[in-house]
């Protein structure tokens, strides 16, 4: 794998979840290529319940804007709500 680097974080709402694999090829279609890295970092709420905040890296050459409108079709086609935030200025 070549570099990456931090392109957007997410949270899922409503208590959705989705696994390393299944987000992984998310996120491959998204920037339409297969160098992509996905983690998961967890802490606990205020109210005790974990708090799942995930980081989509990517090739630092793709263009952002063009990803983020992907991504966001993509979690809509897979009925998830997520709270997105991009990691790159437009």
Same mark, same amino acid.
């Given at each position: 794998?070549?570099?990456?680097?931090?392109?957007?974080?997410?949270?899922?709402?409503?208590?959705?979840?989705?696994?390393?694999?299944?987000?992984?090829?998310?996120?491959?279609?998204?920037?339409?290529?297969?160098?992509?890295?996905?983690? #998961?970092?967890? !802490?606990?709420? &205020?109210?005790? *319940?974990?708090?799942? +905040?995930? /980081?989509?890296?990517?090739? @630092?050459?793709?263009?952002?804007?063009?990803?983020?409108? #992907?991504?966001? !079709?993509?979690? &809509?086609?897979? *009925?998830?709500?997520? +709270?997105? /935030?991009?990691?790159?200025? @437009?």
């Amino acid at each position: 794998m070549r570099h990456s680097v931090p392109l957007f974080l997410f949270r899922l709402n409503n208590g959705q979840s989705i696994g390393p694999t299944a987000l992984r090829r998310l996120w491959s279609d998204a920037c339409g290529t297969s160098d992509v890295v996905v983690s #998961r970092e967890t !802490r606990d709420s &205020a109210l005790g *319940a974990p708090i799942h +905040t995930y /980081t989509l890296s990517g090739p @630092a050459n793709v263009n952002v804007l063009n990803i983020e409108g #992907r991504l966001r !079709r993509l979690f &809509a086609e897979a *009925a998830l709500t997520p +709270t997105i /935030t991009p990691m790159h200025r @437009a």
